[in-house]
């Protein structure tokens, strides 16, 4: 589902700060939502006064290190260095050609997932001065506060966390002291796993 919201929202694990890539043909769709292949997929592309263009590229289509596959985009993240770690289901490009997503799931992991990989993450999306988080909430699906630490280090792993507050269903935000505008949140199953992420700055 194509959608644009207000705050910056911004969830995705990629390698390195993305440049686009030649994007090959693309079909113009008047910011329609249907696609015209279920092999396309969907990129929204916003100038510099903040219109957006709703387009679809053909499958095998690139964009830095994404890469449009049955109609998802897929990606991947150091310091696992797999191209298929998580799907998104549209991708955002600015008239710089940052490239961006508003949702991304990650199928295949979950409590495995460290606090050090939160610092690849944003450096991936090109937030300013990535953070290694320093700090950890862990909430149920609702909102109820399980647990809370200040105690991190780059090993501490969602199933530690999930664990401490005795849940395997954890929703974990991961913020920093230092960086009090940043969080990084995975909704996660730890089985079977699959998590879903979101950054905000």
């Known amino acids: 589902m194509i959608r644009r919201t207000g705050a910056r929202w911004i969830a995705l694990a990629v390698l390195a700060a993305v440049v686009l890539s030649a994007p090959g043909t693309a079909n113009a769709q008047d910011d329609k939502p249907g696609s015209p292949k279920a092999t396309d997929c969907p990129v929204e592309n916003v100038d510099d006064k903040g219109n957006v263009t709703i387009v ?15 109609g998802d985009w897929h990606f991947g993240w150091y310091p696992f260095d797999s191209p298929m770690t998580a799907t998104a289901d549209v991708i955002t490009v600015d008239g710089r050609g940052g490239v961006r997503v508003d949702e991304a799931v990650i199928d295949g992991r979950a409590g495995d997932i460290r606090a050090g990989e939160v610092k690849y993450i944003l450096d991936a999306v090109g937030a300013p001065d990535p953070y290694e988080p320093d700090q950890a909430v862990v909430r ?40 009090p505008k940043f969080s990084i949140t995975f909704k996660c199953k730890l089985f079977p796993p699959w998590c879903t992420i979101t950054i905000r700055w």
């Not at 964009?63 to 049955?70: I, K, P, S």
């Not at 909102?143 to 530690?160: C, H, P, V």
């Not at 507050?165 to 920093?176: L, Q, R, Y």
């Open 56 to 70: 679809y590229v053909p499958e095998g289509t690139t964009y830095g290190l994404f890469h449009c596959q049955g």
């Open 140 to 179: 149920t699906e609702d909102g109820k506060e399980l647990y809370t630490t200040r105690e991190l280090t780059e090993k501490t792993s969602i199933a530690e966390l999930a664990d401490k507050a005795g849940t395997e269903a954890p929703t974990v935000e991961f913020t920093s002291r230092k960086r």
